[in-house]
């Protein structure tokens, strides 16, 4: 047995939302797709689309800043505001919100500020991705395995596509068959369990046209296997 994987996509909705959920509908991949505010107030029709055909869809803030650089009470607003905004989207879809997931923008889970943030998460009703089959070490000595906001054991870095011309697409399936991966866990090892992540930009899309398929496609054809995400409870 190869890689069981949850797919993780951050940043939409874009104008690429929904050949995104088109395509995954087609190969019958339920994504979390995590939005946040700017992206979804000028996208909201895409977010309703992917909300309607079966996307959970998670808070990723409402600005995307870098939560290690502001303050607590600048972190909370940025969660509050966009909760405000994804409520309006389930109510829209005339949808119950059954689950509340958070991911931090770029990862950064609040520097000193990240006790306090836990807790509010903890104390506001947010859930956990189960991620129960996850036994990467990586993962449990950085403590991902019991924080409340929704991290990743790999991420495909594409976005970098946009920032260096020495990332290439070969850089990617590199990052793939990597052993030892930056900022992450080896992806195709025997018998191992996988939050996977993947970006929602339409620049990325200018660079390699059709790379979320691409990308998928090869995961798949590498024998990785999609899998529904399962939420936890978190008890208060």
């Known amino acids: ?66 939560f290690n650089n502001i303050s607590y009470e600048e ?24 689950y509340k997931l958070f991911r931090f923008p770029y990862g950064a ?3 000193k500020n990240k006790a306090l943030i836990q807790q509010y998460l903890h104390e506001h009703g947010y859930n956990r991705v189960d991620d129960s089959q996850i036994d990467i070490k990586w993962y449990i000595d950085n403590g991902l395995n019991t924080d409340i906001d929704s991290f990743w054991t790999f ?3 594409e976005y970098q596509l946009n920032h260096s011309s020495d990332f290439t697409y070969e850089s990617i399936l590199q990052r793939i068959h990597d052993p030892n991966p930056e900022n992450g866990a080896p992806l195709l090892e025997k018998n191992s369990n996988h939050i996977i992540l993947i970006h929602d930009h339409e620049s990325t899309n ?3 046209p059709n790379y979320f398929e691409i990308l998928i496609d090869y995961l798949i054809d590498a024998g990785v296997e999609f899998i529904a995400p399962r939420i936890s409870v978190v008890k208060q």
């Open 1 to 66: 047995m190869m890689t069981k994987a949850i797919l993780t996509i951050d940043d939409g909705p874009t104008t690429l939302t929904r050949s995104m959920i088109d395509y995954l509908k087609s190969k019958n991949i339920m994504p979390i797709m995590f939005f946040y505010g700017h992206q979804l107030e000028n996208h909201f029709e895409e977010g309703l689309y992917a909300l309607k055909q079966g996307a959970i869809i998670g808070n990723h803030s409402y600005s995307h800043p870098n």
């Open 75 to 98: 972190c909370i607003h940025e969660i509050e505001k966009q909760d405000a905004l994804l409520e309006r989207l389930y109510q829209a879809a005339g949808i119950e919100r059954t």
């Open 109 to 111: 889970k609040g520097g």
């Open 155 to 157: 991420d495909f870095m």
């Open 206 to 208: 200018k660079i390699l």
